[in-house]
């Protein structure tokens, strides 16, 4: 809590200024620039160091490219993170099917800060992609600047030219006599830079046209069956001990006539045996409840 009040007061004395001159003619787009600054809050930066971000977005009256100048500030002690910053800014050259045209970084001793260049292709999304990142730091503050130009790949060239010109003119707006050396070595293992959790790069695709696979959820294999089961027993069962008992009476009666004890039956058609078998069906469960009345009636 302590460490976000700070970076409050710190990103607040940082001017909101243009940190970029943009080509002649360009119009500013806050609508288009508060949509990316929100997703830009989202996302880590610095190795997951608490940070405040702005975003300023300019277009030519052709449609057909954009620049996006997006600035991250966070406490000087997130100065280990430009390591990951970096990694994250150059992300896009990492993507399949992506023509790189320049991955470039480099750590300006004179100047005092970090550089990052990056210009690729995406062909299946019809995009060219030119970016340059600057980040610089004092005693208090990392400030990084990223202006990235995204255009159409039939983009007139001198439109792109134009705008690639104008990421020369990044500014941190950190005095060059207040800024401390930064490094582009690898954090400690286990620092706080070191553990933080990778960032989705806005620079080409923030994410949000990422599309997850249909979740199938398959239903419960654990159903007990078990009642299903000896419930169709029981019907099976008792049809076999009415068969038994049909067939018992049947060879009694043949006996008795055999004997004169009993006249003769009439023959039966096949529709009324057709029919003792379907009641006989319909009665299962009945039966099912006194499976042993036909032994009591035998002995």
Known sequence: MRAAIVLLAVAAGVARADRITAPAGWQAKPEQ?????????????FGGAPNDATVAVYAP??????LYVTTIVALADAAPGVRAEVTDHKLPATAAGV??????????????????KLAVHDKAAQLVTVSRMVIAGDAKKVVGVTGDCIARDDIDRKVLDACSGALATLDPQIALADRVALSLAAPPAGSAASTGSPSLSPRLDDGSRVQMPPIVVPQDSQTDRRPIYIGA????????FWWNRQRR????????????????EPERSGDADAEDLH???????????????????ER
């Open 61 to 66: 009256a052709e449609p057909g490219i954009v």
């Open 99 to 116: 023509e790189v045209k320049d991955s470039s970084e480099r750590v300006d001793v004179v100047r005092r800060e970090v550089e990052s």
């Open 249 to 264: 009476e049947k060879f009694e009666r043949d006996d008795a006539v055999a004997r004169g004890d009993a006249p003769a």
């Open 33 to 45: 620039a508060a949509e990316h600054e929100a997703k830009q809050r989202r996302l880590s930066h």
């Open 279 to 297: 009641a006989a069906a319909e009665g299962a469960t009945e039966t099912k409840t006194e499976p042993n009345k036909g032994d009591a009636d």
């Open 233 to 240: 027993g029981l019907v099976v069962l008792a049809l076999v």
